[in-house]
């Protein structure tokens, strides 16, 4: 682990990266033999997705902070994925033995399932993978269309002692997730029934994933642990939208189908809970047996076109462990406990303060472009709300932009502003505003990218949510920001509702940057609690054999 550095060509200090060229999704994460293993699609020739002829990456930690890479764990070598060795999962089979399952674009160009074991399971870093030549082990079903068939779910097994795996495919034109079992992972049938269809506004879904969840307490589930008392099931989408999506329900191990909690959000995945309300994509969860939870990954890709000139593209968002809120209905997500060996210097308040209306106060005295930030507002007053127009209630990105960080209003906005220059030319604003609806309140979590960069090029959108919060009762709201030079994440109420953005400000390269605690409501607000850290640089696929040490 590494002090406090200044990562070049704009490169994170804690955030998953490889060294060099292009990553996307991430793939088969698992806990074996003391050694956390991440697997990403790859290209190891440049920093594009580029042919699409993908590999896996593969990098090894002790402690999922420090990584260090190893070589690739499939390259596009064999005609069932001489076109790209894209998505899928990895499992651990009787007797310690790992397998990957995942989707290659074969010499005619269609999607199969393939398999990959470990040469070695006694090597703990698993150095080496080989494909049986009876691949494809599930060739594309007469039925798909599209050529829409890849992404295989992590694989779990049956009461009957069958493994099942579920793979998305478009068949008669309908996004579904068919499920396949088998007793070995070489021969596989399929299920009559799928897991899932959905409406006909979504042909393609991509990377599912199910898995269970505990109905109390915050303590994970292995994949296969069945649905009973105690314990229902997660089923997330992944849509073309480039968005995640999921629902909580109960999986049908005699059907074979899973069954919606919420009903009433529909078949159309869109219309599900999300993952995160900002800009991530294709994550993927696992099951960590050295602590007992589920850890989630996700793709955050560039958006700003520097790719290629910067030499890398893409990272992941800093892993969160996830557990089943107390409503029994949404997913609550947090950085893993890990994140806390970073932290360096620390900075808070003594007592609480208020900003008072149109009210700024710096945070000063840490590196605040590598940084954790936790901060608690109390609203004394909610008299001053505005009234919420009905038309945003289904477009809180476009309620976010008209009423962004700069726009003066009533109970907020009120946040953070983030990667800031000394002027505030340049910043990323993540706030709430409290509306009045009806006979009660509702309170929106934005961040605006309005003025997060002056370069031209820069997708600046404005991202937001309604929190699920009795403002009126409780009176506080709690936000907990992860900054990292281009990538924000950031978890209001208590993670239950998550916001991840890229920036690219300019001034980074000539300056220090800044971080604000803001208010440009008419009503003062009260920070009860802040406390922010300075993160050291973690090590970051150097190869340190000391990354890997559990």
């Known amino acids: 682990m590494n002090g406090i550095e200044h990562p070049s060509n704009g490169r994170t200090a804690y955030h998953f990266q490889p060294a060099k060229n292009w990553q996307n999704d991430p793939n088969g994460p698992m806990y074996h033999n003391g050694i956390y ?35 690739n764990a499939l390259d596009a070598t064999a005609h069932f994925d001489i076109n790209g060795c894209y998505s899928g999962s990895a499992t651990v089979l009787e007797g310690g033995r790992p397998a990957i399952l995942y989707t290659g674009m074969n010499a005619d160009m269609e999607q199969v399932q393939n398999v990959a074991f470990a040469k070695n399971p006694s090597d703990p870093l698993l150095r080496e ?38 793979v998305g495919a478009e068949v008669g034109g309908l996004g579904s997730i068919l499920v396949f079992r088998s007793a070995d992972f070489l021969r596989w049938e399929r299920n ?43 089923l997330k989408l992944s849509d073309l939208a480039r968005e995640d999506h999921y629902m909580v329900g109960r999986y049908d191990d005699a059907a074979e189908t899973f069954l919606p909690g919420e009903p009433e959000r529909g078949v159309d995945c869109r219309n599900w809970r999300r993952f995160d309300h900002g800009h991530l994509y294709a994550s993927k969860s696992f099951y960590d047996a050295r602590k007992k939870r589920r850890v989630l990954w996700a793709w955050v890709d560039e958006t700003d076109g520097g790719g290629v000139a910067r030499g890398w593209a893409g990272l992941q968002a800093f892993p969160r462990a996830m557990w089943l809120d107390a409503d029994g209905k949404r997913l609550v997500q947090w950085p893993v406990e890990e994140i806390e060996t970073l932290r360096r210097k620390r900075v808070g308040l003594e007592r609480a303060t208020e900003v008072e209306a149109g009210g700024t106060k710096e945070i000063a005295g840490i590196v605040s472009s590598q940084a954790d930030v936790e901060v608690v507002f109390e609203i004394p007053n909610l008299e001053e709300a505005e009234t919420l127009d009905p038309k945003w209630l289904l477009d809180t990105p476009g309620l976010c932009a008209e009423k962004g960080a700069s726009v003066h209003g009533g109970v907020g906005p009120f946040g953070l502003l983030v990667m800031a220059s000394g002027d505030l030319e340049e910043h990323t604003a993540v706030f709430f505003r409290v509306f009045r609806h009806l006979d009660t309140y509702k309170v929106l979590m934005c961040t605006d990218l309005t003025k997060s960069s002056t370069k031209e090029g820069v997708h600046k959108t404005s991202y937001g949510a309604f929190l699920d919060v009795d403002v009126e009762k409780d009176k506080f709201l709690s936000l907990r920001t992860l900054i990292d030079h281009t990538v924000v994440e950031s978890f209001g109420d208590g993670g239950r509702t998550c916001m991840t953005a890229r920036v690219y400000p300019e001034h980074v390269a000539t300056s220090s940057t800044r971080l604000y605690v803001f208010n440009k409501g008419t009503c003062t607000v009260k920070v009860s609690k802040l406390e922010a850290w300075e993160l050291a640089t973690a090590a970051m696929n150097g190869g340190a054999s000391g990354s890997v040490e559990p």
């Open 37 to 71: 293993h991440f697997f990403y699609q790859y290209n190891p020739r440049e920093a594009t997705w580029g042919d699409g002829k993908l590999s896996w990456g593969h990098s090894v930690s002790g402690d999922l902070v420090n990584w260090a890479a190893l070589e």
């Open 129 to 166: 993978w080989e494909k049986p030549s009876c691949n494809p082990v599930i060739p594309i079903p007469a039925d798909v269309t599209g050529n829409n068939f890849r992404d295989p779910t992590e694989a779990w097994r049956g009461r009957d002692g069958l493994w099942r795996v579920g």
């Open 192 to 234: 009559a029934a799928p897991l899932h269809v959905s409406s006909q506004q979504i042909p393609e879904l991509e990377c599912p994933d199910l898995f269970p969840v505990a109905e109390q307490g915050t303590v994970g589930l292995d994949v296969s642990t069945p649905s009973g008392p105690g314990v229902t099931h997660v």
